[in-house]
Structures are given as structure tokens and as C-alpha cells.
């Protein structure tokens, strides 16, 4: 059973940065593509960056451009999301989830699994 739990959301003041940390338990952690995706209120959940199971590829929503970075540790079995200059359309609960096929898509019907969100809250 593959689990997946994000941490490190919180509240930050417009500017601000934040690091998202998940964590993914079992060993084949490093052959997953990884993603971050996040749903706003009253909004569907929609992609945020991506990266390939050998981190030679990464992939980002225009919105999140030059100001998140996705990376990962295949030591630690951790992917993270650094997140700066943040800004109030920022807020949403932030999902990690992983790709069996190492890709890393945008496409959220690759991921065969999902962690319970953490809450990234951005005051203007």
C-alpha cells in the first residue's frame, strides 16, 4: 500500500514563502512520477507542477511560473514543493500524488494516488 502524506501548509502573508514536504511510503518511490495540484474553494482541483521519476523533467502551471519550485530526494522518498512570492490566489489545500509510470503529467487521471492535502492559506 503506497501512502502519501504532505505537510509544512500554514498561514503566510502575501510575499511570503512556504516549502510543502510529502513524504511517500514503499520502495519504489523513485521509479513515481511525482505532482503537486491544489483545489481552491468552490473550485475544482487543477494542477500545480510535476516532475519525472528521475527528476529530469519538471512541469509547471503558467500561473506558478518562475515562483514554485518542485524538486525531490529519492533518499528520503520525499518530493517537495518550494513555494515563493505567494499571493492570496495562492490559498487552497495543496495535494501531492504519484505516478506509477514515472512520468510526472499534468493530468490528473495518471495519478494513482493521493495524499490528504495540507492547507496553504495566503493573507493579502
Known amino acids: 500500500q503506497v501512502q502519501l502524506v504532505e505537510s509544512g501548509g500554514g498561514l503566510v502573508q502575501a510575499g511570503g514563502s512556504l516549502r510543502l514536504s510529502c513524504v511517500v511510503s514503499?520502495?519504489?518511490?523513485?521509479?513515481?512520477?511525482m505532482g503537486w495540484f491544489r483545489q481552491r474553494p468552490g473550485k475544482e482541483r487543477v494542477f500545480v507542477a510535476a516532475?519525472?521519476?528521475?527528476?529530469?523533467?519538471?512541469n509547471y502551471a503558467d500561473s506558478v511560473k518562475g515562483r514554485f519550485t518542485i524538486s525531490r530526494d529519492n533518499n528520503k522518498n520525499t518530493v517537495y514543493l518550494q513555494m515563493y512570492s505567494l499571493k492570496p490566489e495562492d490559498t487552497a489545500v495543496y495535494y501531492c500524488?504519484?505516478?506509477?509510470?514515472?512520468?510526472?503529467?499534468?493530468?490528473?487521471?495518471?495519478?494513482?494516488?493521493w495524499g490528504q492535502g495540507t492547507q496553504v492559506t495566503v493573507s493579502s
Open positions: 500524488a504519484a505516478d506509477p509510470y514515472g512520468v510526472g503529467s499534468e493530468q490528473q487521471l495518471s495519478y494513482d494516488y
Open positions: 516532475i519525472s521519476w528521475i527528476a529530469d523533467s519538471t
Open positions: 514503499g520502495r519504489t518511490f523513485k521509479t513515481y512520477g
